[in-house]
């Protein structure tokens, strides 16, 4: 596996005004995703999970340390700058489909490269429907379609992007245990071509277990790390954290 950092953090902090009051979210965070791996940020409600991956996709700015993508700092970048590299190099998966209603699921999937100026993406979106199981649902609607079937949709979608990083925010949240298994192994999958990485927010045991490594967030800190490790492992990991925040 490639050692190369695409997503490098260093001290990392966030610190919010209340009032009179300051609140720490985030404290002297440090972490590297590598070139080919797939990462799980796993910790309770409130742990700090989901401002993390806010300030990692530069939608917000931290109040102290660094974050760098792909070699590029995010305080450096003005905030369409920021936006560029959203655009160009970085993919989303939500637990929320985001699809657009009223276009079908092939044209959901053609719809960033058009947005893009590009005019021969309709066998690329083919091909990764059919990738996703979904070569014979090219032309329905959303409301048409289960929502393992939309996730499999927006994660097509991300794909034909063919961003670098990927942030997965709880992808299999919404699914039946099956189809969550499968979009699960396909950002996998992806995050092992070389050059790409894959970061996926949790609470899953599962889904962390299927990443290389799993970063342990509690009150803010990352609190412990494992590699490869099992389902049980990570369970009581995760349990033993929520025993000790208590």
Do not use: W, Y
């Amino acid at each position: 596996m490639n050692s190369t950092p695409i997503i490098n953090v260093k001290g990392l902090g966030k610190t919010v005004r209340l009032g009179q009051e300051s609140l720490t979210i985030l404290e002297g965070i440090d972490l590297q995703v590598n070139s080919g791996e797939t990462v799980a940020l796993v910790g309770a409600s409130g742990s700090g999970k989901s401002t993390l991956l806010g300030l990692l996709a530069g939608l917000d700015l931290p109040s102290q340390g660094d974050i760098e993508i792909l070699g590029q700092s995010l305080l450096q970048l003005d905030e369409e700058g920021r936006a560029r590299l959203r655009a160009e190099q970085v993919g989303f998966v939500f637990q929320s489909f985001l699809l657009l209603p009223t276009l079908s699921a092939l044209e959901n999937v053609m719809l960033p490269a058009e947005l893009r100026g590009e005019t021969r993406c309709e066998p690329r979106a083919r091909e990764l429907l059919a990738a996703v199981g979904l070569g014979e649902r090219l032309h329905h609607l959303p409301p048409r379609l289960s929502g393992g079937e939309q996730q499999r949709v927006a994660l097509a979608r991300v794909l034909a992007q063919q961003p670098e990083v990927i942030f997965a925010d709880e992808p299999t949240g919404a699914l039946d245990t099956r189809t969550g298994e499968l979009v699960l192994a396909e950002l996998v999958r992806i995050a092992h071509t070389p050059g790409r990485c894959v970061l996926v927010v949790t609470h899953d045991p599962k889904v962390a277990a299927a990443c290389d490594r799993i970063l342990f967030l509690r009150d803010g800190l990352l609190v412990q790390e494992l590699r490869q490790a099992p389902v049980e492992v990570v369970a009581s990991t995760l349990a033993g954290l929520g025993r000790n925040g208590a």
